[in-house]
């Protein structure tokens, strides 16, 4: 099967002066970088020991580049006169973890110029930090990426699914990637971990359907303990998502969801369709939300990838080479 491929790949190679590999796969610098993995799970660990805040900021980093043109790095690129940044959109709202990936980056740099890309570096960190975190291997990230050389403000605002969004709009925006309704329940699994700002949810506490009422979707209890911490519709404090388990790794998310404790109407929006309500049913145990969840990583890790002689291997994750 290998020998075939390559076989092929060389074919291809000779004729048209590509060679497209499209896959990934497991240890891709194994000869072009050997020290690749080990780098960047070793200064992540050391990272995340003094940050604790680090896997959900790489966690929701992975998510929105994947989002964008695929997983192809082009969240970390800097805005320039001429264009503004994905990076820079409304929806990044409060990604964190930039500096960590150049720390990454200019370590790999070091040991071997130009191999490795640094959609791989966030893909593998951002697994990395939670697994150091919770102790757990968590999933499998396989490499080859490479990096993209357009990122666009525009793009971000009509890739990244809002948290005001309803079920069918989730369900079509995770479609578009290739993904599936089960993938779009396990994935809002990450949703255990990380906070989430007032802003884009007091108007579940205050002003739902512009009447001064509540969501009637959400706990009343529930609604009081976050009034308490959200004082009105412009307070941008920000509270955990997953109340009482926020800093564990678990299925606690999808407990709290079915007693009506999901933070955004996009987490309160899986129960509303009967199938994804019953996916929730389903993953309220930890064992099978880990088993789950290791599947749709490894899925939405490979939307739209860049492989084989696409795109580049950036110098600086922040700015595309010229
Ligand atoms: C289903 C659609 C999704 C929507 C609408 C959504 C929306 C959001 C929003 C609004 C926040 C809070 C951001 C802030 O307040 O600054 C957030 C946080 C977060 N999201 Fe999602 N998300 C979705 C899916 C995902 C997926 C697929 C992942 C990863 C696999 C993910 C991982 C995270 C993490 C880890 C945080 C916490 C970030 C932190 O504390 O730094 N989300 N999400
Ligand atoms: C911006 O655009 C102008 C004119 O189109 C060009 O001369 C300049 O080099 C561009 N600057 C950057 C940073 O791309
Ligand atoms: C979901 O939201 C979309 C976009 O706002 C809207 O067109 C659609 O009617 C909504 N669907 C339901 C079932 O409310
Ligand atoms: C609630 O929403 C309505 C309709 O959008 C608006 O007229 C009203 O001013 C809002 N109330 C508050 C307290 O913002
Ligand atoms: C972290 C980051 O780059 N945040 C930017 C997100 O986008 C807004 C504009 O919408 C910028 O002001 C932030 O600096």
Redesign the pocket.
Known sequence: MKSAFIFACVVVWTVVGVCQAGDLRKNFYRTSCPSAEATVKKITEKLVASNP?L???L??M??HDC?VRGCDASVLITSTANSTAEKDAI?N?????FEVIDEIKTELENKCAGKVSCADTLALAARDAVSFQFQKPMWEVLTGRRDGKVSLASEALAN??????NFSS?LQ??KSKGLTVHD?VV?????T?????C???SNRLYNFTGKGDQDPSLDPTYAAFLKTKCQSLSDTT?VD?DPGSSKNFDASYFVNLKQKKG??Q??AALLTDKQSNKIVGELQKSTDFFKE?AQ??KR?GAIEVLTGNSGEIRKKCGVINS
């Open positions: 805040d896997p959900a900021d966690l929701r992975h998510f989002f929806p709202l409060s990604l964190q973890g990244i699914p809002s948290p005001f969004l989730l925006s995770f779009l994935l809002s699994g990450a949703h971990i990380g906070h989430g700002n802003i884009l949810f920000t998502m933070l955004f996009s987490d969840f749709s990583m939405m």
